[in-house]
């Protein structure tokens, strides 16, 4: 019996230990890959915010875009000044080119990992590690990510420093009528943001070199509202005017299809 208890326990720490801060810090001697030597002068940006700010617009608007027929209906509700950017599209749908009967075959049938795909040239996703008892892993799925792009970004609420962290989740709590300002999918089956798959990353080792790294990004008041929607994070509370900090991971070489994607769980700044 206590031979069988121990095994078990061995088992789950093999699942667990990359995972667990106190282990990797104590291996950092052993494996210096996983050190990631930032100048100061840089402010650990692998690629400039605009370059970020660029990526997440041009995928959030394909996915905007391919759900139109759901979308069309929310933006009826929402300010002139976001209505007209779609001001077109919005008069194919009133007019009603597309007849009921037909809507099903005219209607966009394409999958978020799809939309990825045709937008950025590559996909990811969420299987098992390569590494033995990892768990679950990234990786691309078709495609070739080029070096600096953004290749996932990392879900959840966003705490400050001062704020107790007793829930996992507020998503709901703000709204702008029925447009919601943040995506939960990440935490189900049905992902609506494709790129919200980087709390699966795994750490590096001596065998798996690093190929992401970490990066924050300040999401900027101008970012446009119907596109909140896909963002994978929320702030825990408003009681300071402060932008919402995302996580991105950036392609730190080139990235082939089948390859898992791995992340430095440390870095040094200089």
Partial sequence: MPGR???????RWGRYKYRFVPWIALNLSHNPR??????????????????????LLKVFQALFLNDFNKQSEILTML?????????????????????LENRHQQQSTFKPEEILYKTLGFSVAQATSSL????????VTKGLVPKGAVVSMYPGTVYQKYERSFFQSCNGRDRLGPLKMSDSTWLTSEIHNPL?????????????????CYQEFDVPAVFPVELKQYLPNIAYSYDKQSPLR???LVALRDISQGEELFSNYYTIVS
Avoid: M
């Fill in 132 to 139: 033995i008892s990892a768990g679950k892993g990234v990786f």
């Fill in 79 to 99: 300010p002139e000044s976001v209505k007209s950017k779609y001001q077109d599209l919005l008069a194919v749908e009133h007019q009603g080119v597309k007849l």
């Fill in 196 to 212: 919200a798959v980087g709390q699966y990353v795994n750490n590096c080792s001596n065998d798996r070199a690093a190929n992401v």
């Fill in 34 to 55: 996983t050190l990631r030597y930032v100048p100061e002068e840089s402010k650990d940006k692998v690629i400039s915010d605009e370059d970020v700010l660029g990526t």
């Fill in 246 to 248: 995302c996580v991105v």
């Fill in 5 to 11: 208890l121990l095994r078990g326990l061995w088992q």
